[in-house]
C-alpha cells in the first residue's frame, strides 16, 4: 500500500474521530493500524466515520472491508433478564 497525503489525511481523520468516540488508540505506525481503523470504523454508529473507513478501505486495496454492509455486523442480543456489553472483543453479560 501506497502512503500518500490523500491515505494519511484519511487515517488522521479517522483515527481522531475513533479517538473520540470509542476511546480507541491507534498509532499510525503499528502494523495493523489500516485494519484496526477499518474494524473500528466498521463498530461505529456515526455515518461519518463509516464513511471515511469506507474511503480508507478503498484507497489502501481493502475491498472485502469496503463492500461489507453494516447490516453484516453481528449485534448482540439482549436478553429480557439484562444486558449485554462488548468488553476487549467478549460479549459481558450484566
Do not use: F
Not at 488522521?12 to 468516540?21: D, I, V
Not at 463509516?50 to 448482540?76: F, I, K, N, W, Y
Amino acid at each position: 500500500m501506497e502512503l500518500n497525503k490523500e491515505v494519511l489525511d484519511c487515517m488522521k481523520a479517522l483515527r481522531r474521530r475513533l479517538r473520540e468516540e470509542q476511546a480507541v488508540d491507534i498509532r499510525l505506525s503499528q502494523p495493523d493500524a489500516v485494519g484496526a481503523m477499518l474494524e473500528g470504523s466498521l463498530k461505529s454508529a456515526d455515518e461519518e466515520t463509516r464513511r471515511l473507513g469506507q474511503r480508507l478501505a478503498e484507497l489502501s486495496d481493502h475491498p472485502q472491508r469496503a463492500a461489507t454492509p453494516l447490516a453484516d455486523v453481528e449485534l448482540p442480543v439482549v436478553s429480557a433478564t439484562g444486558s449485554v456489553r462488548i468488553y476487549r472483543g467478549q460479549r459481558i453479560y450484566a
